[in-house]
């Protein structure tokens, strides 16, 4: 039983640190391969903002935990063939919740900002809502490698 528990703390934190390993997606937060990229810059006028849900990672890691922390509360309920029934169960169970848990723990808030830019043409940029956008506002775009941000 020492051993389960054991197992259930390694997966749980395995988990836990995961979600500190999620990239940034705000302004702000740039990959290190785009370090010393050129980017073409565009400015324009805030339109409107709105609220959005960026999805979390699906990296396995939760359904893994889930299967395996379920499988072995499943197997605690019997011996024998109904020990192997519940352990099935719960490793099924647990790795669907276990997933769902994963996505919602690495999930972030974000922001759609509309922008209304200097040549007339509307664009939209979803990121995470690191910084505050208000309609009226000048903005800076920043493009480059396929990637766009908006910016103070």
């Known amino acids: 039983m020492k051993q389960h528990i054991l197992a259930i703390t390694f997966l749980c934190s395995g988990a836990v640190l995961l979600n500190g390993c999620v990239a940034g997606q705000g302004g702000s937060d740039y990959a290190r391969g785009e370090a010393r990229q050129e980017q073409s810059v565009r400015t324009g006028v805030v339109e409107s903002v709105r609220e959005v849900r960026l999805e979390g990672t699906r990296s396995g890691l939760g359904t893994v935990a889930g299967g395996v922390a379920g499988g072995i509360g499943g197997a605690q309920i019997a011996h024998g063939w109904l020990g192997a029934l519940g352990a099935l169960a719960g490793a099924v169970g647990g790795g669907l919740l276990g997933q769902v848990a994963e996505e919602g723990v690495t999930g972030r808030k974000g922001v759609e900002i509309t922008v209304r ?21 000048r903005v800076r775009i920043l493009s480059g490698g396929g990637v766009s941000r908006v910016t103070h």
Not at 117 to 137: C, H, K, T
Request: charged share 30%; proline share 5%; net charge negative.
């Open 117 to 137: 830019l200097d040549n007339g043409s509307l664009v939209a940029i979803m990121q995470a809502a690191d910084e505050e956008f208000r309609p009226g506002e």
